[in-house]
């Protein structure tokens, strides 16, 4: 028993340095891709995409910096005298993704007693019990919530690779901003 503990935290251990770890470079990219712009057009300071790391909070606050972000990419096009394809570059993914983030953490909460009755049958060594629990909890809601993850970690990484296309594109950008020169000295 006390072996299957320890390789049952091992492997928490190993699966929990990953997720952070790919935690970690996304949002050194969404911090990049805010200091890509200049310090004006900025609008969410760029060390506060580390407040994501708090859990549940991140859930709601991912409303605001998918909101800020695209505000940043905007300011900065049209600082730069730049036309953008989309008028809201960002912005429906990264929406899109914080509001499955809050009906997947709904879904996470209707299933809560489930999930401690399994965790409780698998400490007592029930396998009658945790086999009957494991399929009564596979019902429609159980795969409604599976479906709607998956849709949100498609999103989340849809919205990973927009942000580092934009962050690359907004370190290139051309200045095309025209002052006029005549009324320039008055």
């Known amino acids: 028993m006390a072996l299957v503990a320890g390789i049952m935290m091992a492997s928490f251990l190993i699966f929990f340095g990953i997720f952070l770890l790919i935690a970690i470079l996304y949002l050194l990219n969404l911090q990049k891709t805010l200091k890509a712009a200049a310090p004006e057009n900025r609008k969410l300071p760029p060390a506060n995409v580390w407040l994501l790391l708090i859990p549940i909070f991140n859930i709601f606050y991912m409303f605001i910096v998918a909101k800020r972000m695209t505000e940043t990419i905007v300011a900065e096009y049209a600082s730069k005298g730049q036309a953008l394809e989309n008028p809201k570059p960002t912005y429906s993914v990264g929406m899109g993704m914080a509001i499955l983030g809050v009906v997947s ?58 942000t580092a296309g934009y962050k690359n594109k907004m370190r290139n950008l051309p200045n095309n901003k025209v002052e006029s020169d005549i009324f320039g000295g008055i």
């Open 105 to 162: 953490m709904i879904f996470s909460f209707i299933q809560l007693p489930s999930t401690i009755a399994s965790y409780s049958n698998m400490s007592t060594g029930n396998l009658e019990e945790l086999t009957m629990q494991a399929e009564a909890s596979s019902g429609p809601l159980s795969n409604l919530s599976s479906l709607i993850s998956l849709v949100a970690f498609v999103l989340w990484i849809v919205y990973w690779v927009q």
